[in-house]
């Protein structure tokens, strides 16, 4: 008996493969039972063996997949169709109603109707009578407008209380950290500027005036400005930028509440 081809091979091992367990079967093995089969050896043909069999295995487990889907769908559609049987047998003693008119306040004459959902899923778990909803289990529950309105109540309750100035219309500014006046604690900073209290930002745009008017910038580095001789003996550097200005006025510049006024310590 001669070889067998390529295409009687493939068959040959879908056949095996049906009725064996793939988690276990490894190319030898379908060699092994081929070569049974056939009466040849075919180990020369491996890579052919191992190609068909993955092959064989890849149609196996999509078919068996497909098979899987088709089950769990009919089981599904079985179970579906025994809770709606059991539904019918357990409806409430008093009318259930699921329609939207009802519920919102439909006429009274047509809250006895009953109308079957479409979805099983979207069926309602209460029945209203006489406007009052009701669960399965026979609890009084409030209808969703009612729970809507009593919502935006708490809402309203927690709000505080308008005072005397908003009813007026008169807002209370805020005073800016910026704006506030603090106290110059160093003489000759209070002499440069002309004044022994003033808000630091003020304090900073007067000085950076006067150095862009009078002072170069630095070779090194341009965001820098060389600073005067008396400059230079109140903040005790050589150059400062825009940004490096404001750490220097923070030192000599403290609240008039934690400082005293500069012209009492003169007196002292």
């Known amino acids: 008996m001669g070889e067998p081809t390529d295409g ?17 079967v490894t190319p030898r093995t379908i060699r092994k039972v081929l070569e049974e089969k056939f009466g040849c050896k075919l180990k020369h043909r491996k890579e052919v063996i191992k190609n068909k069999s993955i092959d064989a295995i890849k ?15 009919e089981e599904r559609k079985r179970e579906d169709n025994s809770d709606d049987s059991d539904d019918e047998d357990d409806q409430p003693v008093a009318p259930r109603n699921t329609s939207i008119k009802n519920r919102i306040g439909g006429s009274s004459s047509k809250r006895s109707n009953i109308e079957k959902p479409a979805n099983r899923r979207e069926q309602v778990t209460t029945f209203q009578v006489d406007g009052v909803f009701y669960s399965r ?16 109540q708490m809402r309203k309750g927690r709000k505080r209380p308008a005072t005397d100035e908003k009813r007026n219309g008169e807002k209370k500014k805020k005073k800016s950290v910026f704006s506030k006046r603090l106290t110059v604690t160093s003489p000759l900073l209070a002499e440069f500027l002309g004044q022994a209290e003033m808000p630091r930002q003020e304090a900073h745009g007067k000085i950076w005036e006067y150095l862009k008017e009078n002072c170069e910038y630095c ?29 220097y006025l923070s030192k ?17």
């Open 8 to 24: 009687v091979l493939a068959k040959a091992i879908a056949e095996y493969l049906e009725t064996a367990d793939l988690l276990k």
């Open 59 to 73: 149609r196996i487990e999509n078919r068996r997949e497909q098979e899987r889907k088709k089950q769990k769908q």
């Open 137 to 152: 289990t026979g609890r009084a529950q409030r209808s969703t407008a009612a729970k809507r309105q009593i919502a935006s």
């Open 219 to 247: 070779e090194k580095d341009k965001r820098f400005r060389i600073l005067s001789s008396n400059l230079q003996k109140i903040f005790k550097v050589r150059r400062v930028s825009y940004f490096s200005l404001n750490k």
């Open 252 to 268: 000599y510049m403290k609240d008039p509440e934690l400082c005293k006024p500069l012209h009492l310590m003169d007196q002292q």
